[in-house]
């Protein structure tokens, strides 16, 4: 059974960091993407951050290019999110996600096989 499990959410003041881990497990990943997307009231959900489990390849939204990095440990089978100078428009539940998308639909939702029930990241001005 494939389980994703999100941690490392919390509040902070806009500017400050916060790092999101997402521990996989129950099949093998390597043909697969890792992805972070976020939700916040009232809106669709959307990519943040993705990477090839088997690849050095990375892709990142716009709106968090510079300022997140994405990452893998292939001993724990985890991919993190590392988030810097926090705005407050980062603010939603963040959720992690695993599918097996085209390059042209890395970042839909709907390419997403296996997803985690969410952490919640808060960022205050």
């Known amino acids: 059974q494939v389980s994703l499990v999100e941690s490392g959410g919390g509040s902070v003041r806009a500017g400050g960091s916060l790092r999101l881990s997402c521990i996989a497990s129950g099949r093998t990943f390597s043909s697969y993407w890792i992805s972070w997307f976020r939700q916040a009231p009232g809106k669709e959900r959307e990519f943040v951050a993705g990477?090839?489990?088997?690849?050095?390849?990375?892709d990142y939204a716009d709106s968090v290019k510079g300022r997140f990095t994405i990452s893998r440990d292939n001993v724990l089978n985890a991919v993190g999110l590392q988030m810097d100078n926090l705005e407050p428009d980062d603010s939603a539940v963040y959720y992690c996600?695993?599918?097996?998308?085209?390059?042209?639909?890395?970042?839909?939702?709907?390419?997403?096989?296996?997803w985690g029930l969410g952490t919640q990241v808060t960022v205050s001005s």
């Open positions: 996600a695993a599918g097996r998308p085209t390059y042209s639909s890395r970042r839909a939702v709907d390419s997403y096989d296996y």
């Open positions: 990477l090839m489990w088997t690849s050095p390849y990375t």
